[in-house]
């Protein structure tokens, strides 16, 4: 069955008749160096298909990039009623651009504050520290985030904890009877990060707002509280 | 024929073996001399990390049989595998507890390597391939903790993008190039479960691979011994003379160690997951339920505990750069220190810094358990005040004692070893502040207190600080401001200082 076989597969190891040494390939170096230069054609054609194919892929990986802002848009998070002044309420909005197998990950929260009848600020759950969802607790007014300690106030600046920044912020606006918030990307330091406008307050954190404020006036802040320090003050 | 003699396996045998022709490989290999002293117990990780491989690639494919990597079905489906089918929780926890315990010994396997020098030359290319070895294994641990798609992997990922989004200019499209798109979502599982599932293992398998080969190419190792130093002429030679005067074959000499420790370590993991049963999942991965505090995996404790400690001002910085020196120490090691002693009676300065780092990551790992810089997010409504600290004491002191729970303050204060530990314990507060004292601090915060004032009406801060100012133990006076006699007796204090009468 197989006698034929153990013959063959030593063939190899012994001096070679093979094509190779025909008298035409050994003298006719041409003949060497076409098969050299093909080789080197074969690779040469390899790398550019390669490319060639290394494109669409690279493009289909990258696929998550959008110009800044293309994944927002402006989306209603239910009517003013449902917002009591002097409240901070937890509310949730379907995201924008979902998939249908993205199931409840497709939601977000976030915290709307109703500081009077026609001023909101919504900020974001996630903590400006690591992006925990931070909690609110009504009676000491204080947001609190569980993985590394950082705290809020109830105007959303920073109280304690490792935060460089207070919480980030959705940019709202009321139309008509419903609250309309702009959304679409988890709120992160990069694209939520912006220059502070002079003049600009503890709170008043959303850029829109701001601006909005320095055309009208140079406004003084409203009596921002008492921001807690890093200075020791114990002992 | 002679064939006719033979059994038929024996002629199916050699059918295979005249085509593969991997016979005589394995019998040398198996056969190479390995130094008789290499025989030994700590020689074993190296092989029960393979081992364990093989292991998790076997449990992996049989829980993909059922997983499904959905956002909206994964969490369902590690349901089904642990109510629903017959062993299916069994499955889970093996494959959790291999995890586990794959990194415990590839770690242990890396500290054994490193003590033993056989990072040196010719060596260094193994090293390296097990530093990425030793990476992918964590990335592994990693991925498959986002598997398990609960609110842990969820708020895990959230931190992953947090970290990501610090990076300069490129932050954004970085955090949605791993995301997948805008938030955490479908396509952040798929694209961790092709990694968890496709890259990281091939990958591995290949490099594991490499590894081995390398190891069978150069040989093993050689016990370290004082004084006998590595030099690049000089070592080829003296290691195959060793292995020609004092070695002995790998099979069977030296290889049942090996085989009798991947042994307890596959019992060891069967054990632990049959009596302490599988990981999770947690809650489902909701994003909208804020009622949580997500920790990551044991193995990734450390990093969570320093980024709790880093000071805000240079966290940016070193989350960047810390990882850029790690690895850069790691990757030059063999090439900086690749001759000379082996031995770790003559190396302090390697044994001193991974005894530093061993003890450095034990400590963050162990206050990682803990968190002791996170409030206790239910302590207000979970824990009691001690019997002892408010007995006695009158109505207002404890209303105050009402107010400490009412507004958190035991999220962060503890009191009588219950509480959060993000602030100071506060059973003997009125010892080292005065009344005056504690009530700025309440008011105004500071040295990382919020500040209460907007928080608290001025009879609750009276209340409030007529209890702290009960909180001194019963032998010791609550401390007391000297000046303050001075202003309400306008006079010098010459006698002792009274304290001021509480409202």
């Known amino acids: ?235 | 024929m002679q064939q006719s003699s033979k059994h038929w396996y024996e002629r199916t045998y050699d059918w295979i073996e005249s085509r593969v022709q991997l016979a005589d490989f394995v019998r040398e290999s198996s056969a190479h001399p390995v130094p008789s002293k290499t025989a030994s117990w700590w020689y074993v990780f190296g092989s029960a990390s393979f081992v364990l491989l093989l292991l998790q690639v076997v449990t992996g494919i049989l829980l993909a049989t059922i997983y499904v990597p959905s956002a909206g079905q994964a969490w369902n489906s590690l349901q089904v595998l642990n109510h629903q089918l017959p062993l299916g929780w069994f499955l889970r926890a093996m494959h959790g507890w291999g995890s586990n315990f794959m990194v415990a010994v590839v770690l242990i396997h890396m500290m054994q390597v490193f003590i033993f020098g056989a990072y040196k030359f010719p060596r260094e290319l193994t090293w390296l391939l097990g530093v990425c070895l030793l990476l992918m294994t964590l990335g592994m641990a990693f991925s498959g903790q986002i598997l398990r798609f609960d609110q842990d992997a969820y708020w895990g990922l959230g931190i992953g993008a947090s970290i990501t989004s610090r990076m300069p200019i490129i932050g954004d499209q970085a955090v949605h190039l791993m995301l997948g798109g805008p938030i955490i979502a479908g396509a952040t599982l798929s694209r961790f479960f092709a990694l968890h599932v496709f890259v990281l293992p091939a990958t591995m398998l290949a490099f594991a691979g490499l590894h081995v080969w390398l190891v069978l190419k150069l040989g093993i190792n050689e016990w370290p011994t004082p004084g006998r130093l590595v030099r690049r002429e000089t070592y080829l030679k003296e290691y195959h003379a060793l292995t020609k005067r004092d070695g002995i074959p790998f099979v069977p000499q030296a290889i049942w160690k090996d085989a009798m420790f991947a042994a307890a370590i596959i019992f060891a993991v069967a054990f632990c997951a049959a009596v302490f049963g599988p990981f999770g999942p947690t809650g489902t991965p909701d994003p909208t339920i804020t009622q949580t505090a997500p920790r990551p995996d044991f193995f990734f404790l450390w990093i969570y505990s320093a980024l709790a400690y880093l000071p805000p001002s240079v966290e940016t910085p070193l989350i960047f750069i810390a990882p850029v020196i790690g690895l850069g120490i790691l990757f030059g090691l063999p090439f900086v220190a690749g001759l000379g002693e082996k031995s770790w009676y003559r190396r302090p300065v390697g044994v001193l810094a991974l005894l530093v780092v061993a003890v450095g990551l034990a400590t963050l790992t162990h206050l990682g358990t803990y968190a002791p810089w996170s409030p206790h997010m239910t302590a207000w409504t979970a824990d009691e005040i001690p019997d002892h600290l408010v007995h006695g004491d009158t109505p207002l002191e404890r209303q105050g004692a009402l107010i400490f729970k009412a507004k958190q303050c035991h999220n962060c204060h503890s009191l009588g070893g219950l509480g959060g530990q993000r602030g100071p314990a506060l059973d003997s507060v009125a010892t080292h502040l005065t009344e005056d004292q504690i009530i700025r601090q309440v008011i105004q915060g500071g040295g990382n207190m919020p500040a209460y004032g907007a928080a608290l009406s001025p009879p609750e801060v009276t209340a409030l600080v007529a209890f702290l100012d009960t909180l001194h133990p019963p032998n010791q006076q609550p401390a007391t401001d000297a000046s303050r006699s001075i202003a309400e007796t306008d006079k010098p204090a010459f006698k002792e200082p009274v304290e001021s009468t509480k409202p």
């Open chain 1, 1 to 235: 069955m197989n006698s034929d076989f153990d013959h063959q597969h030593h063939e190899p190891n012994e001096p070679a008749q093979s094509p190779a040494s025909s008298p035409v390939a050994a003298t006719d170096s041409r003949v060497a160096d076409r098969r050299k230069f093909l080789f080197k054609l074969s690779i040469a054609i390899n790398a550019a298909i390669g490319l060639l194919i290394a494109t669409p892929v690279i493009r289909f990986l990258l696929g998550p990039l959008r110009p800044k802002g293309t994944y927002d848009s402006w989306i209603a998070l239910g009517k003013l009623a449902d917002y009591p002044e002097g409240s901070t309420l937890l509310a949730f909005f379907r995201n924008p651009t979902t998939n249908p197998w993205d199931g409840e990950t497709g939601n977000v929260a976030c915290y709307v504050r109703r500081q009077s009848n026609d001023s909101f600020t919504v900020f974001a759950v996630n903590c400006a520290h690591l992006g925990c969802p931070v909690r609110w607790f009504p009676q000491s007014q204080l947001f609190m985030c569980p993985c590394h300690g950082g705290a809020y106030y109830a105007d959303g600046s920073r109280a304690a904890g490792p935060p460089e920044r207070g919480l980030f912020t959705y940019a709202s606006r009321v139309d008509g009877d419903t609250l309309m918030i702009q959304a679409g990307s988890l709120p992160t330091l990069a694209n939520q990060a912006h220059l502070k406008s002079p003049g600009d307050c503890p709170g008043r954190s959303s850029a829109a707002n701001s601006n909005f404020q320095l055309v009208k006036e140079i406004a003084p802040c409203s009596k921002a509280p008492n921001t807690g320090t890093n200075e020791p003050t114990i002992g």
